[in-house]
């Protein structure tokens, strides 16, 4: 027996209108001509000053404009804007598993010099950003303040291990390696001619203030590679690491 239907559209849904439609992919700012962002302007602008040389009278290059990049500090705050720190902190987790799992005892000292120059080529990478800012700016007292409260002690500890490492009977630095293995997400050099331009003893004294505690034998171990691994294990060493 029919019945009135009083259930009128029962399937009511808002639906999408043509200005919904349109794919965001298809949109001009979805692909605009240069997506670079200011800091990326600016760094580029960096590089390219090391491109424009001067030339003395013999035709021989004299400079170029990288000084006049360095004086402004829009320049120093793009690059430590663009620092990419997660890429860092992957490579060292890649050199300890490449230290801990390496075939050969050259191996393993090759990643194990890769490690502590990595860590110092990007202490004087700081150090020359700090420098590279005029003393009255604000970040510039930030970041010496955080040196000495987080980096100081840190760096003391790697430093006192490296010279331990470089000397007899240790001999655990390959002083021929700036790094092996994958490239570094950094330019790494050899710490041994990061040596040749000092820190700056303000941000850097060593011995530092509040030197940190260090067992009275550094190194452990009777082969270079129980000595390598020890070493890389000990808390001390990781602490060092980590604090970075």
Known sequence: MSTNCTNTNPLQRSGTSQVDRVLQALLPASAPVDGRQYDDLVLFARKYASFLNYYDRTLHKDGDWTPFMKMDIS??????AKERA?????????????????????????????????????????????????????????????IASRLLNPYATLKAYYDVSNIAPNQLI??????????????????????????????WPIPPPNPPVLPATLIEGTTTDEKILRTINHGIFRGAVENF
């Open 75 to 80: 320049v120093t705050l793009a690059a430590i």
């Open 86 to 146: 997660k890429d860092y902190f992957t490579y060292i987790t890649y050199l300890y598993a490449q230290v801990q799992g390496a075939a050969t005892t050259v191996d393993r000292q090759g990643y194990y010099t890769t490690l502590l120059n990595f860590l110092f080529s990007l202490i004087y990478h700081l150090n020359e950003t700090v420098s590279a800012l005029p003393e009255d700016f604000d970040y510039t007292a930030w970041l010496h303040i955080s």
């Open 174 to 203: 390959d002083s021929n390696v700036s790094f092996v293995g994958e490239q570094p997400p950094f330019p790494v050099t050899r710490y041994a001619d990061l040596q040749m331009n000092p820190l700056s003893k303000l941000d």
